[in-house]
């Protein structure tokens, strides 16, 4: 029986430190505090990522013209939704230069309905960027 737990922990920490294949996925060794970001909420309120301290935070850049946002924006929906992980915040950010109309025609036609919609603004993307 120790065999098998000490096996199974092995394995365990061998498996946990490989990187998953995802292209673009980046994983830092040592944790990136962004204490700066804003961006806005469908009635142009400034969202300070600060006022979330405390909880697992997902920014998702997206935009209407994106195949692979439209494949993931259910997933993140989804995601939303699960009722064990109710400290999840998930930003989906517009960073399309679409407005509401055009942003909520791309959530309706996902049937996007746990999610709400935040755009970009010019500030947000230099700190995220550089």
Avoid: H, Q
């Avoid at 006022?51 to 697992?56: H, K, P, R, S």
């Avoid at 946002?69 to 995601?79: A, F, G, T």
């Avoid at 679409?98 to 746990?114: E, M």
Wanted: positive net charge.
């Amino acid at each position: 029986m120790r065999f098998l737990i000490i096996f199974i922990f092995l394995i365990s920490n061998t498996l946990a430190n490989e990187k998953p294949n995802i292209k673009n996925l980046v994983i830092n060794k040592e944790l990136k505090i962004y204490d700066s970001i804003s961006f806005l909420d469908s009635n142009s309120k400034i969202i300070n990522l600060s006022e979330y301290e405390g909880n697992l935070v997902l920014l998702n850049f997206w935009a209407t013209w994106c195949a692979p946002c439209k494949e993931e924006m259910p997933s993140l929906d989804n995601l939303k939704k699960n009722p064990k992980l109710n400290n999840i915040k998930i930003f989906p950010i517009n960073i399309g230069k679409d407005n509401l109309k055009k942003s909520n025609k791309f959530f309706n036609d996902l049937g996007i309905k746990n999610l709400k919609i935040y755009f970009d603004n010019p500030e947000t993307l230099a700190k995220i960027l550089n």
